[in-house]
């Protein structure tokens, strides 16, 4: 059980430095960004309501500070629709998982250059607003997105347009979307990929069993499985106990990574404005785990 004495040692250090719990920050006053947006679901919900209330966002990433191959500065538009919830709307473990992505393609089995190797599959479970599946893509990466909200998958359709990814047709297709509700058979596109992605999925014992199950379907031979975590509060951490147990038993490696590096992040709404990126008390909190079979 190394990978849950990681955590459990991990979840020591963060709670003895910031709380069990972080202190919500306070609500920005209503305006006309914000105004739209379900009080309710902020900040519990959301981690950042000011970035969850701008519909269109430019995320940018930045590896070229960093030592070694990394992948080249990326800039993404990512559309968002806090109306229809938790899908609709960017989280700060996508975002670490992207900058991971951009600071180490290898990870993805794609070099720091595009198209220096043949496409890698990767498939996204529960992909929201897909920010880690349309990097995996800008990378080099043939992804296939996938969430049970048929709303936040129109939502990705928009923001692989918006970024030169053709999501139909017959030639050059980098992003593909598809409707996956874990209760249900797994659809046949989602089988064989190299690199299985997983942010900020793990909220409740019950998720842990059903993303466990979706796993047990669609992760092959020597296939990867990327999770990234965000331990809010006791809960939260007794599911990802019971994930990282379970785990343990159907695949043959799990294992905590650094979350470093990272690829320097900047997020911008679509008029150049600054939006909240990840803070540190939340990046405190993500913690990013490897699965193989």
Same mark, same amino acid.
């Given at each position: /059980?190394?990978?849950?004495?990681?955590?459990?040692?991990?979840?020591?250090?963060?709670?003895?430095?910031?709380?069990?719990?972080?202190?919500?920050?306070?609500?920005?006053?209503?305006?006309?960004?914000?105004?739209?947006?379900?009080?309710?679901?902020?900040?519990?919900?959301?981690?950042?309501?000011?970035?969850?209330?701008?519909? &269109?966002?430019?995320?940018?990433f930045d590896?070229?500070? @960093?030592?070694?191959?990394?992948?080249?500065?990326?800039?993404?538009?990512?559309?968002?629709?806090?109306?229809?919830?938790? #899908?609709?709307?960017?989280?700060?473990?996508?975002?670490?998982?992207? &900058?991971?992505?951009?600071?180490? #393609?290898?990870?993805? $089995?794609?070099?720091?250059?595009?198209?220096?190797?043949?496409?890698? !599959?990767?498939?996204?479970?529960?992909?929201?607003?897909?920010?880690? $599946?349309?990097?995996?893509?800008?990378?080099?990466?043939?992804?296939?997105?996938?969430?049970?909200?048929?709303?936040?998958?129109?939502?990705?359709?928009?923001?692989?347009?918006?970024?030169?990814?053709?999501? /139909? $047709?017959?030639?050059?297709?980098?992003?593909? *979307?598809?409707?996956?509700?874990?209760?249900?058979?797994?659809?046949?596109?989602?089988?064989?990929?190299?690199?299985?992605?997983?942010?900020? @999925?793990?909220?409740?014992?019950?998720?842990?069993?059903?993303?466990?199950?979706?796993?047990?379907?669609?992760?092959?031979?020597?296939?990867?499985?990327?999770?990234?975590? !965000?331990?809010?509060?006791?809960?939260?951490?007794k599911a990802?106990?019971?994930?990282?147990?379970?785990?343990? !038993?159907? /695949?043959?490696?799990? *294992?905590?990574?650094?979350?470093? #590096? @990272?690829?320097? *992040?900047?997020?911008?709404?679509?008029?150049?404005?600054?939006?909240?990126?990840?803070?540190?008390?939340? @990046? !405190?909190?993500?913690?990013l785990y490897?699965?193989?079979?």
């Amino acid at each position: /059980f190394q990978c849950l004495w990681s955590l459990m040692y991990s979840w020591r250090r963060t709670s003895t430095a910031c709380g069990m719990v972080a202190a919500a920050p306070p609500s920005p006053p209503a305006t006309a960004a914000t105004a739209d947006v379900r009080p309710e679901l902020a900040p519990r919900s959301f981690d950042s309501l000011a970035r969850a209330a701008t519909p &269109a966002l430019a995320v940018h990433f930045d590896a070229s500070g @960093l030592s070694g191959e990394r992948g080249k500065p990326l800039r993404l538009v990512v559309h968002q629709d806090a109306s229809i919830g938790i #899908p609709g709307v960017l989280y700060d473990a996508s975002l670490i998982l992207a &900058a991971r992505l951009v600071a180490e #393609p290898s990870l993805l $089995g794609v070099a720091g250059c595009r198209g220096a190797r043949p496409p890698s !599959k990767v498939l996204e479970l529960g992909c929201g607003t897909a920010v880690a $599946g349309l990097t995996a893509a800008a990378l080099g990466a043939a992804v296939v997105c996938t969430d049970r909200s048929r709303t936040a998958l129109r939502l990705v359709e928009k923001s692989a347009a918006a970024n030169g990814h053709s999501t /139909f $047709g017959n030639h050059d297709v980098r992003v593909k *979307v598809e409707r996956w509700d874990w209760d249900e058979e797994m659809p046949p596109c989602c089988s064989g990929a190299q690199v299985i992605l997983v942010a900020d @999925l793990v909220y409740t014992e019950g998720g842990s069993r059903a993303l466990l199950s979706a796993l047990s379907k669609a992760a092959g031979k020597e296939c990867t499985v990327l999770v990234v975590f !965000k331990l809010r509060d006791a809960q939260v951490r007794k599911a990802i106990f019971e994930f990282l147990a379970g785990a343990r !038993k159907l /695949f043959s490696e799990c *294992v905590a990574l650094p979350l470093e #590096p @990272l690829a320097a *992040v900047a997020v911008e709404n679509s008029e150049g404005e600054p939006r909240p990126g990840v803070t540190e008390d939340s @990046l !405190k909190r993500l913690y990013l785990y490897r699965l193989r079979r």
